[in-house]
């Protein structure tokens, strides 16, 4: 019978899960749990010989070389071996034949289905709802001459996967029919092997195993993949047969990490065996350094022995052999130096005794070799500072969740990971994140090759981390820490994201503390996601997605955080994103002309397809939304501004990274940054690389980013300027090269005027900020400000040297505008309603309200009015054909506001606005800053309006909402004019803005078809003015989780029930970041009010807004009305629904609600707002907050 490699426990232990990969420790024990006292590492005799010419010693013994010799051999199990590999669901009869390495969605696709698109993503699957276990056959000769060589008796044979997704059992296909399990693994990114040694023994002329592949969806360590685009599994990675000696070296165990310090670099070698079948007693391991760039000579910069014994270690360990590594010759980013070590198997020279004699130790057998490629650095921390080989390091990181252009699964295609890394190399960044996923080990190879670091992040999401997954946590984590402790390129490590305090501590104390033992020195935090979360960590993380007006506000928020606990450094595991459009009437990159067709063609009026109801997985789910979206912007703002949306979305996004980016290294130069994402992803265009696989800017558009960055400081960061005054600010320097800057120059250019200012050193780690006072030009426009460093050298220049010429550092720039301060000649007359409370524009003729004309009087047509808020006596006036411009409060009677993700979308600009003067960028960069505020809430009835400025927002959405900045809309016979542009009568953009809004409402007129609205919109704001509601978002509810769904029995309902005990929550957002983090099933809220003594509306409504996902709501204990459906998985969080309490309430008097609500996944609770109204609020939004 086949026997488990390498095992020391019996082959299968049902119910619990055994392994048959060599794990490693935690395959030892009979109860399989780890003990850390077990890792202590074992020495034994211990040589190190320097500068040794092992090929002289081989060659002087009569030996071939042993380092040209492997007895190990691996060849990839394809046609070419006679290998065949055959597919099917669990449970089905017919067998389909297939290529290794694939994914069972792949695997197992209609092959009716046509292919609708074999240029990009391999097929369109129509397997790809696939969830559940497969099964692969492979069949084998047994009489293949090819194979017939390894049937020696010393020889044995092996399977090796390089990963399955995720729970693999292997079986060998008897030829009666049955089955015999040979093995199983659980985990879908790492190695494993299973001996088949015993199935060549048959007499039957071919040999057939069965391999069961269940992708245990919600697994812990699936990963992120399957939330972006369908869950997949299969045999990923490829599949090799192996061939060994009886005595071998276990691969998959040994592992060579960097030890000791930059003056005494070394390397630690654990070597793992596979003795048991020998005959021989003693056997010695050898270990060589050998430099990659002389291979050729094959010499060994220094080697090590050691004796081991034929039975494994008791205590589970392997044996332990340093290696010397020359101080000159350590790995960095700029100069990724590498090394081979070289592992060898001989028996000893001489039994029974602590050491062997040189010469006969060489001239020994060789058993078996392992060669590993790997390069010496050292990451430490000290205070806030991140050090790589004791210098400071500043990391600059690309965010990767694994998707991959190739279909389903992260690539193994190497000329992917070759291109991804040079991308991003390219554009500044020093760092791939691998978030939530364990790359191929090229990936990992390529990284350390082309001197990119790396941050893992281990595959847990949102995972169960208690006592009852600890065990199995513990093996999947052993080996990841196995698979990738060699590579040098490797800086950082996270145990899980987002995960929250809903892990047991105990659980990831021991997935840190073993990761510390695997990887000495290893810089490792229990979960990358918000700063207030870490319990167990050696530097601080964040996750602060947001806005550029706003983002010094989230950085002070780390400072202070960190300000009052122990110094480490921050790394931003994940921010500075920015959505793009996606043209789907243009991009012909992506679909094929039959899958647009399919998609496209023929589309009926309002933009459905009537030929292909579902898209293919890959395109975005906004796909059919955004070519109707396309449509409305050229039509109601211009066929220029649907032309350039794509254009502008990307100059808005990389304005909006830059500046953060910026802003960030001067404000924290010790700190580190991931920038999301590196790809665009079914659920948002939010990549550096769009759908159809093609860079969204060229590498010189990142000229700026480097180890020295420069970054431009001024009050208030405005981008505004008043023509003909001053420009003072600052340029700040920071610089993170290899060697300290020495003999610089920074200068500054702006418009005519130019600067040249010293910089005598500045070392590595260090930042200078240098002031400026400038001229502004005295004209309209944009104006450019540069900043460049040129040095004449390094601090590591011999002084004797002859003077190198000048060279650029550093460089980058700035766009500013001038903008010229109003003049008596824009004077114009403006009535100012009582609600108004800012400052008004230079030479305005401001009209106290109390003296206006009359209403009953005929209106002045050539004065504007300027309101914060509407009520009757303006709608009136609208009525008779008044223009108003109204800057909303976002209170009662003002059109609502809300906060807003600027990097969810892009602003659209219309035609009409490049009749102001300003061109496109003056909007596209003021926006997120200049000119950045809360905007309108998402508007339903955009036929209701004449849109100047919009922002799209198409974020992990199946629609495209438009949030309105600058819209016209008529009132009656009248025009009311809303900015939701800031303006506090001191910015220079702000101030211009609002002149030309206020002026343009007498100079234009409304569109026809916004003119022919008047009546509809009069009628309708009228009705939501005299609406009454009351907000119940005002103050925390009482809340407490029900995970054992016992609340509705106990009466959690009922108003009698005493909720003083329970937690409290604010409702107008999700309960994960108000202390409930990863928080899926049941909780409750609660809260009492009293209705006015004058609420007198004739029915009463309880009325919801958003919930995430289902709930059940009571009054008083009695159910009045549910949103969502769990049965089908229909989410209440963009439900706008009003359950009828009116026989349940009176005027004056006290009532209890009660809310049940169960999230199934991800973020969940109550977090929009709740309210009693007078009546129903409807599937539209309100446009009016109420009064």
């Given at each position: ?5 390498n ?11 055994a392994?048959?990969?060599r ?5 030892g ?12 590492p ?23 070389s ?9 060849v990839?199990l ?31 696709a ?8 074999s ?6 699957y ?30 044995r044979r092996?399977l090796?996967f390089?990963a ?28 494993f ?15 057939q ?11 812990n ?11 997949f599994?299969?045999?990923?990675q490829?599949?090799?047969l ?10 998959l165990?040994?592992?060579v ?9 070394r390397f ?20 060589y ?16 022995k050691q ?16 290696l ?8 960095s ?8 070590v ?8 001489t039994?029974n005794?602590?050491?062997?004699n ?6 020994a ?21 991140l050090?790589l ?7 600059r990181?690309v ?18 990971m070759r ?6 190399r390219s ?29 893992m992040?281990?595959?847990?999401w ?22 990738d ?7 950082l490590?996270?145990?899980t994201?987002?995960t929250?305090?809903g ?9 840190y ?13 229990d979960?990358s ?7 167990i ?27 009052q606990?122990?110094?480490?450094p921050?790394m931003?595991?994940?921010a ?21 067709d ?13 030929e ?12 059919r ?13 211009g ?12 100059h ?7 500046f953060q980016?910026e802003?960030?290294?001067?404000a ?6 991931v ?28 000229r ?14 405005a981008?505004?300027v ?8 600052e ?16 200068v ?18 260090a ?26 050298g390094t601090?590591?220049v ?22 010229p301060?109003a ?7 403006v009535?100012v ?5 800012l400052p ?12 206006r004309p ?6 002045d ?9 509407l ?10 054909g008044?223009?108003?411009?109204m800057?909303?409060t976002?209170?009662g009677?003002s ?8 990097l ?12 102001w ?25 955009v036929?209701a ?17 438009t949030?309105?900045l ?5 009132v009656g ?35 026809e ?16 003015l005299?609406?009454?509601e ?21 009466g959690w ?8 005990e ?12 108000q ?31 958003g ?9 008083n ?12 998985r ?24 009660a809310?049940?609500?169960?999230d ?12 009693i ?15």
């Open positions: 019978m086949p026997r488990l490699a095992s020391s426990r019996p082959l299968l232990d049902p119910p619990r899960i392994s048959c990969s794990v490693g420790d935690l395959r024990r009979n109860d399989g749990r780890y003990d850390r006292s077990e890792a202590s074992r020495w034994t005799t211990l040589i190190v010989v320097s500068s040794v010419w092992i090929l002289a010693s081989c060659q002087a013994s009569g030996q071939e042993s380092l040209s010799v492997s007895s190990t051999t691996r990839p394809s046609v070419d071996m006679g290998a065949r590999w055959e597919a099917r669901p669990s449970g089905s009869a017919e067998w389909r034949p297939v290529d290794i390495p694939t994914v069972n969605e792949a695997a197992l209609d092959p009716r289905t046509p292919l609708l698109n240029e990009f993503a391999g097929a369109v129509r397997g790809d709802e696939f969830d559940g276990t497969a099964e692969y056959r492979l069949t084998l000769p047994n009489d293949d001459p090819a194979l017939r060589q390894a049937t020696r008796p010393h020889r092996f090796r390089d399955v997704a995720a729970l693999a059992r292997v079986y060998w296909l008897l030829p009666d029919g049955s089955r015999q399990i040979l093995a199983e693994h659980l985990g879908g990114w790492t190695p092997e299973v001996e088949i040694s015993e199935l060549y023994q048959s007499a039957e002329p071919i040999i195993l069965l391999i069961e592949v269940d992708e245990r969806v919600g697994h360590t699936q990963g992120f993949l399957p939330i972006i685009q369908p869950h599994g299969g045999i990923w490829q599949v090799w192996v061939e060994r000696n009886n005595a071998w070296l276990d691969d165990r040994t592992t990490v960097a030890v000791g310090t930059v003056t005494e670099p630690r070698v654990e070597a793992f065996a596979d003795l048991a079948d020998s005959s021989v007693d003693d056997w010695e391991v050898s270990a350094l050998l430099p990659t760039h002389q291979r050729d000579e094959v010499h060994a910069i220094a080697t090590a004796r081991m014994e034929r039975l494994p270690n008791s205590d589970g360990t392997g044996w332990f052999i340093e010397p590594v020359s101080a000159d010759q350590i790995w980013p700029t100069q990724p130096v590498l090394h081979d070289v592992v060898e198997l001989r028996p000893a020279a039994s005794t602590s050491e062997a040189d010469d006969e130790a060489i001239a057998p060789l058993h078996d070799q392992l060669t590993m490629r790997l390069g010496w650095r050292v990451v430490t921390t000290e205070g806030e500072k050090l080989n004791g210098q400071p390091l500043a990391v990181g965010l990767n969740w694994g998707y991959s252009r190739q279909g389903l699964g992260p690539t193994v295609d190497e000329r992917q291109e991804e890394l040079e991308f991003c554009r500044g960044f020093n760092l791939m994140k691998f978030c939530l996923w364990v790359p191929p080990r090229r990936y990992l190879e390529l990284c350390d090759e082309l001197g990119m670091m790396a941050w992040e281990y595959p847990t949102h995972p169960r981390m208690d006592q009852s997954t600890r065990d199995e946590l513990l093996q999947e984590y052993d080996e990841f820490y196995r698979f402790g060699r590579h040098a390129c490797i800086v490590r996270s145990l994201c987002e929250g305090h892990a047991d501590e105990r659980v990831l104390r021991d997935l503390e073993l990761g510390k033992q695997r990887v000495p020195g290893s810089i490792i935090e979960d996601s918000w700063i207030s979360w870490h319990r960590h050696d530097f601080y993380d964040d996750h602060p997605y947001g806005n550029s007006h706003s983002w010094r506000d989230s950085i002070a928020r780390l400072d202070q955080h960190i300000a606990r122990e110094a480490m921050l931003l595991g994940e500075i994103a920015a959505d793009t459009w996606f043209d789907v009437a243009s991009d012909d990159g992506l679909m094929s002309p039959d899958l647009r399919a998609v496209f063609e023929p589309m009926s009026a309002n933009g459905e397809s009537t292909l109801t579902k898209l293919p997985y890959w395109l975005p789910g906004f796909t939304a955004n070519l109707r979206y396309q449509r409305w912007v050229s039509e109601a703002l066929p220029i501004a649907e032309r350039e949306m794509v254009a502008d979305s990307k808005y996004a990389w304005a909006m990274r830059k980016i802003t960030f290294r001067t924290q130069p010790d700190a580190g940054f920038v999301s994402v590196i790809r665009d992803f079914p659920l948002a265009g939010m990549g550096l690389i769009d759908f159809a696989d093609r860079p969204k800017w060229p590498a010189a558009s990142w700026w980013q480097g180890p020295t960055q420069l970054s431009l400081e001024i009050p208030h960061d981008r505004s008043w023509a003909g005054e001053e420009l003072s600010g340029v700040a320097v920071t610089h993170h090269g290899e060697h300290d800057l020495t003999d610089g120059l920074l500054i250019e702006f418009g005519p005027t130019r600067l040249e200012l010293p910089l005598e050193r500045l070392a590595v780690g930042g200078v900020r240098i002031p400026f006072t400038l001229p502004v030009p005295n004209q309209a426009g944009k104006v450019t400000l540069r900043a460049t460093i040129e040095s004449a601090s590591d011999r002084i004797d040297a002859p003077p190198a010429p000048p060279r650029i550092v550093s460089e980058n720039s700035w766009h500013l505008w001038s903008v301060p003049t008596q000649r824009d004077a114009q007359r009535e309603h009582p609600s108004w409370d008004l524009p230079k030479h305005l003729f401001a009209v106290a309200w109390a003296d009359s209403a009953t009087r005929q209106p047509e050539s004065t504007v009015i300027l309101t914060r808020v009520d009757h006596e303006l709608l009136e006036l609208l009525d008779q008044r223009q108003v411009v800057l909303p976002g209170s009677g059109l609502a506001r809300e906060n807003h993700w600027f969810r979308g892009a602003p659209v600009i219309s035609d009409r606005l490049m009749d003067g300003w061109d496109r960028e003056f909007w596209l960069e003021l926006q997120t800053l200049d000119l950045a505020d809360s905007v309108g809430g998402a508007w339903d009835d036929e309006i004449e849109p100047w400025l919009v922002l799209w927002n198409n974020h992990d959405i199946r629609e495209v909402k949030h309105p600058l819209f016209r809309m008529g016979g009248g025009v009311l004019n809303v900015s939701y542009l800031p303006y506090d009568g001191t910015n220079p953009s702000r101030e211009a803005v609002l002149q030309q809004w206020i002026g343009q409402a007498l100079r234009v007129g409304l569109g078809a916004a003119a022919a609205a008047g009546p509809r919109n009069l009628e309708r704001l009228a009705g939501e005299g609406q009454r009351l907000r119940l978002d005002d103050e925390p509810w009482r809340f407490q989780v029900d995970s054992e769904r016992i609340g509705r029995e106990r309902q009922m108003r009698e029930w005493n909720d003083t329970w937690s409290t929550l604010s409702i107008d957002r999700h309960w994960d970041g202390g409930f983090p990863n928080l899926d099933g049941w909780a409750w809220y609660r809260r009492t009010i009293t209705l006015p003594d004058d609420w007198n509306s004739e029915r009463t409504y309880l009325s919801f807004t919930v995430d996902d289902h709930y059940r709501a009571y009054v204990g009695e159910l009045v009305g549910t949103g969502g459906d769990i049965e089908t229909s989410t209440a969080f963009e439900e706008r629904k009003s359950h009828d309490i009116s026989r349940l309430v009176k005027p004056g008097e006290t009532i209890t609600i809310v049940e609500v169960y199934w996944y991800g973020a969940g609770g109550i977090f929009r707002p709740v309210s109204t007078a009546t129903p609020i409807g599937s539209e939004r309100p446009w009016l907050v109420r009064p």
